[in-house]
């Protein structure tokens, strides 16, 4: 059973790949949309004097102490006794909640167009959150039972821990204690070996862990804003372990980190890569097909590898993977989406054409800001106002483990949110083809998490119909991470499944069968049947055209 700090750590790992990070929010945008309620305001004065008055009547009511107000039971912030029992604090919520409930109130009374209106929430929501009482030292009373508590230390503390995120962090607050962690001690431990190295990636075989494995071997493909060890962190949660342990001979991609000098990385690069990648398994496996899976922004490659295998006739790719990834975004597949602008794409791509890459540190300012409460606020209370280490948290420490993006590769993801290549109607080219993944008939399984805001479920339930081939759909009962992150014996698992697949997810959603298990038991089932028969394991990584190199986890993982 997770603790609150694991809950809050995955929420706050879950801000991985939407395009807003890649992006970023323009200050005109924010300033924009401030006009944009004033103008609704001025049109429209009837709401906002309804609502202005509502606010003032419950702030009388809070003076004399009749109010009702109360927060949501699920809002962690305000479960210390004070603020029900103290006059002052309860004072102090209830007029904090006021102006919530009535601006939220005006903006949905106001009659705006449902684009603006998302705006305007997430703007006020971004005001709001950081006007919290509980955001400030004397107005949380945990912070300030801590501190006569600890006579004092909490306050020196928490300004240590604020002067070593501005001198260390950025300004922003630590997420995580990382020093329990070690990348090749306690996680991405799986025995196995670099066998292929190339500029821009290494490929780890993992030893076998049976007698038998299957002959065609699946190579996984990681997202490039994260490092490959998600799927290989604590051996209770990782992917790696469960795949050996089921006889498939399991390969992954470790993208190298990139600097500046790798600014012409591009997809087409990429995609380049995974052909040797792919030659390299075959070749130590003697298997003239193998299987491949993708993740986040690693699926979109993995998708237009597949696509420009089928231009060329190349059959390599025997089935595929797509988890929690998005091919064919919208602006309105979250509210957050409805900030990105074609102006603001412009600006982000010349923002890392200038640096030659956009830096992880970047990427995660970026999202942090997209859900502050989580990421930002939440560490602010406890780094500096209690005084308290984040916790340690393995997951956390992956999320902040950061990469950087190419350039081009960065430019590449902002074209394919501009010009949606993956539909059948787009006639895009790429690499000399034009993208068509209905060209792709190999049999698919995706999976999505139902409360994904980084990856919504409907926008991946969309990549089923412009593919060519049997796809078997799957809905997790968690958000983005969690989605991979569930191995079999968790109490709370659960998935939903629908053979059928109708143009609009909603009715996939209503007719879907609920299963309590983790999804990786079918995709198990699934994968096994397409993975041909078993044969004796071999007794060593690699051959004698690809020796080992080095341990797993590699070298690039370290960059």
Known sequence: MPDKSEKIGVKAAETTTAVNGLVGFRRSEIIKSFGLMA??????????????????????????????????KRDRRFKDESWQKNPLYKRAMQSWLAMQQELNGWISDSRMHPADQARAKFVTDLIVDAMAPTNTLLGNPTAMKMLVHTKGQSLVKGLQNAYNDLTKNGGMPSQVDGRPFKVGENLAVSPGAVVFQNEMLEVIQYKPQTDSVYKTPLMIIPPQINKFYATDLAPDKSMIRFLTKMGYQAFAVSWRNPTRQHAHWGLEQYVEALFEASDAVRKITKSPRINVTGACSGGITLALFLSELAARGDNRINCYTLMVSVLDGKKVDSDVGLFVTDAGIEQARKHSRKKGILAGEELGRAFAWMRPNDLIWNYVVNNYLLGQDPPPFDVLYWNNDTTNLPAQLHSDYLDIFQD????????????????????????????????????????????????????????????????????????????????????????????????????????????????????????????????????????????
């Open 39 to 72: 103008g609704y305001a001025a049109k429209q004065p009837k709401p906002f004097a309804k609502h202005l008055v509502k606010y003032a009547s419950e702030m009388v009511d809070i003076a004399r102490g009749t109010s009702d107000l109360a927060p949501e």
């Open 420 to 559: 949606r290549r993956f539909r059948k109607d787009k006639n895009v080219v790429f690499m000399d083809h034009i993208v068509d993944l209905e060209a792709v008939t190999q049999d698919g399984f995706m999976v999505a998490g139902i409360t994904d805001h980084i990856t919504p479920w409907m926008a991946c339930y969309r990549n089923i119909r412009l593919f060519g081939g049997e796809i078997d759909f799957v809905l997790s009962n968690s958000g983005h991470l969690q989605s991979l992150l569930n191995p079999p014996g968790n109490p709370k698992a659960q998935y939903f499944t629908n053979s059928n697949h109708p143009p609009r997810a909603t009715k996939w959603l209503e007719a879907a069968e609920s299963v309590n298990e983790s999804w990786w038991l079918r995709w198990n089932e699934w994968l096994a049947i397409r993975s041909g028969e078993r044969k004796p394991a071999p007794k060593s990584l690699g051959n004698k055209a690809f020796p080992p190199l080095s341990q797993a986890p590699g070298e690039y993982v370290f960059t």
